[in-house]
């Protein structure tokens, strides 16, 4: 059976593997969209998730690789970063944060935002899925072939 068909397999389940971790930094977000106390006493600030091609390749190997015959590495995930603009104030005299006018700092979580993101994520695990599920059904034909 071909590498390649194996390779579309790796591809996808890290596709799978990225989605799921993004989803769960998107699910992270939402949750807390109202904390305006974490541990270390700060507003919550909205992460996102940094993908690069899963490559340790120098560029100029990758150039040639990519001018002879495609291969695709799959995706990995480099980092979760903090978005670092700054949230909202809300005017909340009553709230335990509060500042001495009254104002409260908000977290920069924007729940449309999220609820996008979520659905794009949703919407590309489920692609990978796909993708894996053909790449698979291929393989298994072809061992029916040799049967």
Do not use: C, W
């Not at 990758?62 to 670092?84: F, P, Q, W």
């Not at 809300?90 to 709230?95: F, G, L």
Request: without cysteine; glycine residues 4%; proline residues 3%.
């Amino acid at each position: 059976m071909s590498s390649g068909i194996f390779n579309a397999m790796n591809v996808s389940a890290s596709g799978m593997t990225a989605q799921r971790t993004r989803m769960d930094i998107i699910s992270q977000n939402i949750a807390n969209v109202n904390t305006t106390r974490d541990e270390n006493g700060e507003v919550y600030k909205r992460k996102t998730v940094v993908f690069q091609e899963n490559s340790n390749a120098p560029f100029d190997r990758v150039l040639s690789n990519r001018l002879e015959t495609y291969k695709a590495n799959g995706v990995k995930i480099t980092a979760i970063v903090e978005d670092t603009r700054e949230g909202a104030m809300a005017y909340d005299p009553s709230h335990p944060d509060a500042d001495e006018n009254g104002y409260v700092m908000l977290p920069n979580v924007n729940t449309v935002t999220e609820m996008t993101n979520l659905i794009d994520a949703s919407r590309s695990y489920e692609a990978n899925a796909t993708a894996f599920n053909a790449a698979k059904s291929m393989a298994m034909k072809g061992l029916e072939l040799f049967q």
